[in-house]
T-cell receptor, first 111, second 111 residues
Framework: GDSVTQMEGPVTLSEEACLTINCTYTATGYPSLFWYVQYPGEGLQLLLKATKADDKGSNKGFEATYRKETTSFHLEKGSVQVSDSAVYFCALFDSARQLTFGSGTQLTVLP | DSGVTQTPKHLITATGQRVTLRCSPRSGDLSVYWYQQSLDQGLQFLIQYYNGEERAKGNILERFSAQQFPDLHSELNLSSLELGDSALYFC??????????FGSGTQLSVL
């Protein structure tokens, strides 16, 4: 079935460092791809999405590009802040119209 | 605030017991999804309801059941609880399209 693989965490960065969290997927067809973020004690929130190849989703300084050739949707941010500390989940809308999530990557940003 | 309300926030119970988790979706959303989040399994899709009808089933145990009522709120019933059922249970709601809105979850501890 469809699946998502995320880089293992946790990731610890200093403030203003560059962030990349890798995400690759396996799916039939071309699913929509998502990044969700979970702040401590809260539910998941949609961070950004892309619905077709070469689309770039962006929000709050985060970006991810839908790469069909490499079946990837890596999350990037040029300069992270302490407030970005959270768990980040890559996800796809699979052929059964369900959200399938990756295992999540814990990000900690130190001042 | 996502607009999705889950109660209770915390639940502590004993093995063999039965509990009910409640979810009120965002106003206007017809779909309700239930997810289980645990350290070893990650975020697992359990079941989806759409306008009162079961739409899709994921990795839901036979000891678990759910329903969606005419006012669109949903309940997840967990019975014959085991230690391994301890997890964070999320409800999400969705309308048209693929975007889901998550509640803040119910933390279940089985002792």
């Amino acid at each position: 079935g469809d699946s998502v693989t995320q880089m293992e965490g946790p990731v610890t960065l200093s403030e203003e460092a560059c962030l990349t969290i890798n995400c690759t997927y396996t799916a039939t067809g071309y699913p929509s791809l998502f990044w969700y973020v979970q702040y401590p004690g809260e539910g998941l929130q949609l961070l950004l999405k892309a619905t077709k190849a070469d689309d770039k989703g962006s929000n709050k300084g985060f970006e991810a590009t839908y790469r069909k050739e490499t079946t990837s949707f890596h999350l990037e941010k040029g300069s992270v802040q302490v407030s970005d500390s959270a768990v980040y989940f890559c996800a796809l809308f699979d052929s059964a119209r369900q959200l399938t999530f990756g295992s999540g990557t814990q990000l900690t940003v130190l001042p | 605030d996502s607009g999705v309300t889950q109660t209770p926030k915390h639940l502590i119970t004993a093995t063999g017991q039965r509990v009910t988790l409640r979810c009120s979706p965002r106003s206007g959303d017809l779909s309700v999804y239930w997810y289980q989040q645990s350290l070893d399994q990650g975020l697992q899709f359990l079941i989806q309801y759409y306008n009162g009808e079961e739409r899709a089933k994921g990795n839901i145990l036979e000891r678990f059941s759910a329903q969606q009522f005419p006012d669109l709120h949903s309940e997840l019933n967990l019975s014959s609880l085991e230690l391994g059922d301890s997890a964070l249970y999320f409800c999400a709601s969705g309308g048209v399209g693929e975007k889901l809105f998550f509640g803040s979850g119910t933390q279940l501890s089985v002792l």
